[in-house]
């Protein structure tokens, strides 16, 4: 039976807080801090989950208490969300079931904020309110997130639409008008500057934004900035794009808070050898947590397979019978689906459904579980105890009289042979060294060529060792077959370099992972590995991140030479559709932050053009 990794596995001595932030996201998202027993000690919330966590580890500037719980840290759990709003919900949701002795314990729901909006017959009030009740009538608008949220939304509700905010009584024994009117958030009408029936049209259209039915008032609101950038009037013009953003995440939707229902969200990935599964928990349409796994498992298995032996343990296979949800959400079709759904609803006397094809809230789940896989596993493989262990692993299969301390990977990328990138990934004891990474620009070869573009990389790269000018690794990768070694091992004995190791990573004949060849240079010899060796795992990192970053240089070089502006590049997105996006969004620095659903609200955006754009902006 799995189990989510102990804290005391998974860290040598204290907390490596370095290697940590290191592979940590900068979405938005959840943290959660254990101690050496794998008790919580806080929940926390982030905007920028890297920014937010590194702020625990700064050297000075910590209170008293923020230093006691880092000084008991022994590992820490992230869980990315799709947006800030999310963050704040899930974070209560963790608060109230785990109970962090770090963490201030709320009651219960009623400490929800809201916005309330009074029944006043002429001249009603907009205000905050903490939790509802049924008193005084009036309409109720939430519960939001946070009561920070609900204050910024009034204020900007305000300087819009000028809308009191005063209590009644305060409102009945006016005389003249207040500081609200001098400057601005209010339009007096305790003494009746605005009639009743101009004043219940501000009432409507906040209360249309409130609502989210506000395609009008967005309308309006962005040809008044479309004029007055016009009319160069361009400090009103940001203006109005600031009230656009702040009025739509008023209203965003809160996904953790959406549809109804239960379920357990099940995503995976896989890397270098390693399996992750993430299951998120979803009861009563919040998510309330999510526990990650790092199941043993044989190369040949499917991720389907994988799925299907994963979730008869996790149901059936511990001491304790698990809470069997209504809908099981995968990625992808689990072997033997049927035959387990059936035996799920025995188990729960009721009907069970292991479902991979969801729309709506249930697909935005999915997608979450999936990216928290992702960085689940990118955060285990960096991890140094990780690291460490399949060094020792790489020194003995290799017979190194040393564990190597440095190691570098070469591959080539180009788009039928034009705009040829090769990439050198550095890794060493640590794990990645991205600020060694280099890109090479290959120029005066034969499209296509990658011999002769894998001889100037190594010459390049080389010569300047030789001279003393770069660093000496200790190891270097090939990602290629004999052809490709075969230039590397010219290359060294022109430059008269006998004592670094060169190893080729040939794919093999049915070029799954797993399956690599090795092919050492100075011998000649080839080998295979096992499948669950840590060494082989190693390389299949080091090999695969070679191959991203040069398709990511690949790609970089071409877009730089096309000279386009970042939506110009995009099928499927005209000049219409770019016009409506940056006026919706106000700029491209807010569109960035949108998410696929947000950008579906822009007219003529469909969700799998939002997902091309959101893909494009992210560079995925």
């Known amino acids: 039976m799995p189990t989510r990794s102990d804290p005391e596995s998974t860290h040598i001595g204290e907390f490596d807080s370095k290697s940590f932030l290191k592979q940590l996201t900068e979405r938005p998202g959840v943290y959660r801090m254990y101690d050496e027993g794998g008790s919580v000690l806080y929940v926390g919330k982030a905007r920028n989950l890297k920014k937010r966590v590194g702020s625990y580890f700064r050297k000075t500037g910590l209170a008293p208490k923020t230093e006691a719980l880092v000084g008991k840290i022994a590992s820490i759990e992230v869980t990315i969300t799709g947006s800030e709003t999310e963050a704040l919900l899930l974070e209560q949701n963790l608060i109230k079931s785990l109970r962090p002795p770090y963490n201030i314990l709320l009651r219960d729901d009623k400490s929800y904020p809201y916005i309330y909006l009074s029944s006043h017959s002429d001249y009603p009030s907009l205000t905050f309110r903490r939790g509802r009740t049924k008193k005084g009538g009036g309409t109720w608008f939430g519960p939001f997130p946070s009561s920070g949220a609900v204050k910024e939304s009034l204020n900007v509700l305000q300087k819009i639409f000028r809308i009191r905010n005063c209590s009644e009584s305060f409102f009945r024994n006016r005389t003249r008008p207040c500081l609200q009117y001098q400057i601005n958030r209010c339009t007096a009408p305790c003494v009746e500057y605005i009639t009743p029936e101009e004043y219940q049209q501000d009432i409507r259209h906040a209360t249309m934004f409130l609502e989210g039915k506000n395609p ?11 004029a007055a950038s016009k009319n160069l009037e361009f400090e009103k013009a940001a203006a109005y794009r600031d009230q656009i953003n702040h009025l739509r995440h008023v209203q965003e939707q809160q996904s953790i808070e959406g549809e109804g229902g239960e379920a357990d969200v099940i995503a995976i990935a896989q890397d270098a050898g390693i399996v992750c599964i993430v299951v998120i928990i979803v009861r009563g349409g ?178 300047r060792m030789v001279a003393g000018e770069g660093k000496r690794p200790d190891l270097v990768f090939i990602d290629g077959g004999k052809g490709q070694l ?135």
């Open 216 to 226: 009008a008032i967005l309308h309006d609101l962005m040809n008044a900035m479309e």
């Open 286 to 463: 919040r998510v309330l947590g999510t526990k990650d796994y790092f199941p043993r498992y044989s190369i040949e298995q499917t991720e389907g397979e994988l799925l299907s032996a994963f979730l008869g343990q996790y149901y059936f296979g511990g001491n304790t019978r698990r809470e069997i949800p209504r809908d099981i959400l995968v990625p992808v079709e689990v072997e033997g689906q049927e035959l387990l759904a059936q035996a799920l609803s025995e188990s729960a006397n009721r009907e069970t459904r292991i479902r991979g094809n969801v729309r709506g809230e249930r697909r935005r789940w999915l997608e979450l579980a999936m990216t928290n896989a992702r960085q689940t596993l990118l955060t285990h493989l960096a991890s140094k105890e990780t690291v460490y262990r399949r060094l020792l692993a790489l020194r003995d299969l290799l017979e190194l009289s040393e564990t190597p301390s440095r190691m570098e990977c070469f591959d080539i990328s180009h788009s039928h042979g034009e705009n040829t990138v090769a990439s050198c990934v550095v890794f060493d004891e640590n794990g990645p060294l991205k600020s060694d990474y280099r890109l090479y620009n290959i120029e005066g070869v034969t499209a296509g060529d990658d011999y002769a573009a894998m001889r100037q990389v190594l010459s390049r790269r080389y010569k």
């Open 486 to 620: 075969n230039i590397a091992r010219e290359v060294f004995d022109e430059l008269e370099i006998s004592d670094i190791p060169l190893i080729g990573v040939a794919k093999g004949v049915t070029r799954r992972a797993g399956m690599e060849q090795l092919i050492d240079a100075m011998t000649g010899d080839v080998f295979r590995v096992p499948a669950d060796s840590p060494a082989l795992h190693l390389i299949q990192h080091i090999r695969d991140e070679s191959h991203r970053f040069a398709i990511t240089g690949h790609r970089a070089r071409r877009d730089k030479k096309r000279r386009q502006s970042t939506l110009e590049g995009i099928e499927g997105v005209g000049p219409k559709k770019r016009r409506d996006l940056i006026r919706y969004f106000g700029g491209i620095q807010e569109l960035r932050k949108a998410g696929v659903d947000e950008m579906t609200k822009v007219p003529g955006i469909s969700k799998s053009l939002a997902e091309t754009i959101y893909a494009a902006l992210h560079d995925e």
